[in-house]
């Protein structure tokens, strides 16, 4: 793939590619963009004026990035002239089948194409691409991505390591932090992570032995705190004194002891009654929050949080 | 409990009990602390010159809070005088149940005791309690305490209730986010949590589908980032537009198929073979980390996070 991207072409302007749009705007790019459904031009008008300025060390003044996108009905006749695609359609396979194949018969065969897919794997819709599949990938962001800067790389067996490693490189350049996937796994590893949480929360909540609302607590003022800047294994280490063999040795035991306990204790997605109890614990606490402060809040800090972490690194 | 609490008993100046101590005097509290290790004392002048000064919104400043603790070797004299107990002695039951039946017998018997304790229940070292085990509970703080605002507050069956809300409002007035667990459960929440996602994370860095390292990216770059701003409840909540029941029912099949792979490759703390390999792969990347860095780093800006969310708060 070419190293000097200037125009990228955005297919999807839903809630991730208008945010995938910001973020190419406000880092210098170009972008053509376009989405079938009504009104969707004027909705990511609104948006881009609305977030470009939130884009963390953006290169482009807010204004300028308005200038620099184009909102297209067809795409097709500008497939030619893109140095990237970033596909954000919706998660069905017909439909990603047949958008792949196209975009891979209708582009230059060099240029990376990445799907913003969070479930399907690309080996699943690859299979039509005759020119170079190896060129496809996923590049799944987490929402929003002009934001949160963490992107899953992931191939499908025949994705070309020089794509893993050019895709890796143009999101790197974008300031996000791009993480490799080396083989297609259920969920990729964000999903999983979140997952495992999210079925002990359950469980800890359905069977009373703590609010949804402390819960939460207990994530964001404690555990959460610290993933923000260092990750499981990394905090495990700095548990053991900075020997994660000192800890496995030292907690290993407890921690098998807690997970024991969690296998004897699940919570059964599958279990109709169960699902529906935690709704009606869970609801009973979100009804007397006022959601857009809560979302108002974490966005203002996830942005200086994500820039204090971009400055500090930037100073050593 | 007594609601003016302005002298705090601090026994056992380790990690624990020195960042407990350094709280206690940035927030106006005197302390009379204790250990009976070599060199405690000096150690813990060290660690309050160094760290009182990290404490957020601190009420007192840092060379106040210096003439503000005595460190005693034997406490035994002071505790008819002390508002309220917090102790980190050493996680070892027989220790625990003579320390507990002392405290209790010869504190004033409305004044409440709180362990720090990370894995002890406190209902299996009160057996010797007669004076007024009713007082007593955990208060699991989460490391640091002067800058991490958690604390697991965890009755044993016969706390009263008084005093878990006692517990809740001491910590609350110290800017920490007490939450209160129902019932004694193992690793009680925050634990259990992180025995969730260390699990499936040792899991995928031993099958190979990710490293180490970027194991660790996922979580600093996406999810943590969003956990020490929104809880799993509440991120779900958000992801579902602002509703959890719509999260649970168009997202609860993806969530519970990502939970049965995961089941199917479950890591196993209990084979030394996977334990070992772990513990090689983790090394083979700690080990080209300056750890110290990393420390530093992180303690600047969870200072700075912390802080943040204080004055989000406040202003609010």
């Known amino acids: 793939m ?11 302007a839903g809630v991730i ?6 973020l190419f705007l406000a880092k210098g790019l170009k972008v053509i963009v376009t989405d079938p459904a009504p009104g969707a031009e004027a909705k990511l008008r609104d948006y881009l004026q609305e977030y470009c300025s939130e884009v963390p060390n953006a290169t482009v003044a807010p204004g300028a990035c308005l200038k620099n996108y184009t909102f297209v009905e067809d795409i ?26 196209q975009l891979d018969a209708k582009t230059p065969p060099h240029i990376l194409i990445a799907s913003s897919s969070s ?31 963490l992107v899953e790389v992931v191939p499908h067996p025949g994705t070309s390591r020089d ?15 791009p993480v490799v996937v080396n083989q297609e796994t259920p969920g990729f590893i964000a999903n999983r992570l979140q997952a495992a949480i999210c079925a ?21 003022s404690g555990l959460g705190l610290r993933w923000a800047l260092t990750g499981p294994i990394m905090t495990n280490t700095l548990g053991g004194g900075g020997d994660f063999t000192y800890f496995m040795d030292h907690l290993g035991p407890a921690l098998k ?19 529906n109890g935690l709704k009606k614990n869970v609801n009973g606490w979100i009804s007397q929050v006022d959601l857009k402060k809560v979302e108002g809040n974490r966005d203002l800090l996830l942005a200086n949080l994500v820039k204090s972490k971009l400055d500090q690194t930037a100073n050593q």
Request: aromatic residues 10%.
């Open 2 to 12: 070419s190293s000097s991207i200037q125009t990228v072409g955005v297919i999807g």
């Open 17 to 22: 590619g208008a945010s995938w749009t910001a």
């Open 76 to 101: 097709e006749p500008y497939l030619g002239s893109l140095d990237l695609i970033q596909e954000n359609g919706p998660e069905r396979l017909d439909f990603k089948s047949r958008l792949f194949a």
């Open 119 to 149: 479930g399907l794997p690309s080996s699943e819709f690859v299979t039509g691409c005759s020119n170079n599949p190896s060129r496809i990938l996923i590049g799944h962001p987490f929402n929003p991505p002009h934001l949160v800067p």
């Open 163 to 177: 794509y893993v490693t050019g895709a890796y490189k143009f999101y790197k350049s974008l300031d996000k932090e």
């Open 200 to 220: 002990e929360a359950y469980s800890l909540v359905s069977r009373g032995i703590v609010s949804a609302e402390d819960l939460d607590k207990t994530v964001t």
């Open 257 to 275: 002891s807690w997970l024991d306990d969690m296998a004897m204790n699940q919570f059964d997605l599958g279990s109709e009654e169960q699902v």
